[in-house]
């Protein structure tokens, strides 16, 4: 990390602002790994010293992390390396709730794993050379028992080496945490196209739709620091009785849920 004003000045072109510099290098590191999921950061004083900036450049680059949700704030503790966990999961990564609109933890029933080659359109996605190894699995996502989403998930073999049907089985919480503690892989953002469709025969008769239902599907790259694809997900929702629910620019569930690392497991 820098340790001196005048090498993070010299870096800048004038035209990119200093926080942004200080959000680059702090993201950078933890990219590296300098801190580890959970752990505290410095403190703000000490973080300027380090980038030789002043406390508000610092506090700024660090509330921009924070509103990411790569940081969380915890009054009178610090600022920690977010964990990905039930809370995180349900307010910043699921958003298929019922219709009363309250957010729910699906339960996950593992169908099926194996492992393949990526397709030119996955390799693409997901920054591969072409036939690169890949590990496939699909979840079944149930709601108070109701069939609510089927998830079929590409992840790439190098992310996950020694990924079998038994460490998914037996994950504590959330894919997104295994990623993180099992592997180092931290997703911290997400990109999302949806569109509505007729379900195929197979699709409708897994989420016990009637033939022919109408179904969403969305279309999740899963994006870790500096934008590098982990995942590719494709999910079909059953709108029958639940529906797509985002809270654009919304902050709940942001401070405690994004420092949560407990609760059952899900997609």
Do not use: C
Request: charged share 25%; glycine share 8%; hydrophobic share 45%.
């Amino acid at each position: 990390m820098v340790t001196m004003a005048a090498p993070l000045a010299a870096a800048l072109d004038g035209t990119t602002p200093l926080y942004r510099e200080v959000k680059r290098l702090l993201t950078r590191a933890l990219a590296d790994g300098r801190w580890a999921p959970g752990e505290a950061l410095p403190s703000e004083s000490r973080l300027a010293a380090t980038f030789g900036v002043s406390i508000g450049t610092l506090r700024k680059a660090v509330d921009e992390l924070v509103a990411e949700r790569v940081l969380v704030r915890r009054q009178g503790s610090g600022t920690f390396v977010a964990t990905h966990g039930a809370s995180r999961y349900l307010f910043h990564f699921f958003h298929v709730v019922p219709e009363d609109g309250d957010r729910v933890l699906p339960e996950p029933e593992l169908l099926a794993f194996e492992r393949g080659r990526a397709t030119p359109d996955e390799a693409a996605k997901l920054g591969l050379a072409a036939g690169e190894r890949v590990h496939r699995f699909s979840n079944l996502l149930r709601i108070a028992g109701a069939a609510v989403a089927l998830d079929e998930i590409v992840l790439p073999h190098r992310i996950a080496p020694d990924l079998t049907e038994r460490v998914l089985r037996e994950r504590a919480s959330t894919i997104y945490h295994l990623y993180q503690v099992r592997y180092g892989v931290n997703v911290v953002r997400a990109v999302e196209r949806l569109r509505a469709r007729i379900a195929a025969r197979a699709e409708a008769r897994t989420l016990e739709l009637e033939p022919s239902a109408a179904v969403l599907e969305i279309r999740r790259l899963a994006l870790t620091y500096h934008d590098r694809p982990v995942e590719l997900r494709r999910s079909v929702v059953n709108t029958l009785h639940h529906e797509y629910f985002a809270d654009i620019g919304g902050i709940s569930g942001t401070s405690a849920g994004a420092g949560a690392d407990t609760g059952a497991g899900a997609a």
